[in-house]
């Protein structure tokens, strides 16, 4: 199971993980939106998708992600570091932020406890948002991105997958450039390719239990600040097992929040209302997040070599390294719980009030988890992705939008 998920791993021994490509792109690919008349009985041109596919591809998400963890380790480095750069005025254009003293320390860690979370659920919805838009939307993955707008049926296509897995052909395809080392055109070897398919694998299995289990939380966060992060100093946490023993469960800052269902999947007609405690860990939020944005550079390099004709490179992950991500700054941290749910008190009829129901999810590791171990040592590469015949881009000569780049307009 993921770490603290409740959910069991689909991916060590494969099995149901492997869809066939109907199964994966569902209904959403039945009916485009793009597809539909308006008012006026008008559809999209498709001759300008090329247009829209170059113009999308000059961005760069994974740069953007990266420069929020970049910017959020900043916040860690010692007081010296960061008193010249405090000490003299910022300005943005018209805005100035006057120097001032390093704000103090604990604020910094309470601010960094908070912000990981939307960091890390950001980069992981986002990779699975570019997941399916590549999927539903070969012919524009940036329709496709923009059509989907409706949570709930995405909510349901990201559970589903975590019981069946994510299918590993289309994952090959999408984030490796073909369905083996020779199709894709790139320098590795099978065992390797094979082995960064399962990472990639795992790493959408660990990004959808985040955005279906922990959405709770990420809403709090990003709704209003409705979470509540207390420091270091609250009082300890403990159970007592069957012999009388004291099992220590949480020690530490922590996040509190309210939510209406004990979790995003439960019944409305179950018990209603809780109050959640979190265990913050902004290490592994960072380190997950840093992996998500290799892997969106991967899918981006491909696409670019796809639509565009350019030639880039992408990440050869492997599983250990995306393990590693994922439960070492949790083995390290040494915490026993991942979240305690309980409910609310409630008035009975009779005006006697409930005792309190907890609900504990405890972190959990892979039957084979050894930090220490030689197969824990990530050795991540970025390999070449050359240009195959195939790819090679012929430009247009005509534009029809002025904002597009010389070579990738429509031709009238």
Known sequence: MGAGTGRENPYPTCAGGCLNWHIVTGKASLKRKWEKPDDQGRVLDQSQFPELNALFYTASPSDFIRMRINVMALIAAPDSALAPAFAVDRELGSVRV??????????????????????????????????FAHIDHPESPWLGMSASTNFVELKERVGDLLDVGFDRKVIAELFMGGSSPVDAGIDITQEEFDDAVKALSFLLWDCGCRFIDDAYLYNAVKHGLAAIDLPGGTPKMEATDEDGTQIPLHEGPAHIYLH?????????????????????????????????????????????????????????????????????????????????????????????????????????????????GKERKPALRQIELPLRPQDVHTPATTGYLPFVRKGFQRER
């Open 98 to 131: 006057t120097a001032g003293p390093v704000p103090d320390l604990d604020l910094r860690m309470q601010y960094m406890r908070t912000e990981t979370v939307a960091i890390v659920h950001h980069a992981s919805e986002t990779l699975l948002r570019l997941y």
């Open 260 to 372: 209406q269902k004990l979790n995003p999947t439960a019944s409305p007609s179950d018990s209603q209302w809780f109050v959640s405690i979190d265990d913050p860990n902004p290490e592994r939020d960072l380190s997950v997040a840093f992996v998500i944005t290799q892997a969106i550079e991967s899918l981006w390099a491909v696409a670019r070599r796809r639509y565009i004709g350019e030639p880039g490179s992408i990440w050869c992950l492997n599983l250990s390294a995306v393990h590693l991500a994922v439960y070492g700054p949790v083995d390290h941290a040494a915490k026993a719980m991942r979240r305690m749910s309980t409910e609310l008190s409630k008035l009975k009829p009779d005006g006697n009030a409930d005792e309190p129901k907890h609900h504990i999810t405890m972190y959990d590791f892979p039957d084979n988890w050894d930090p220490q």
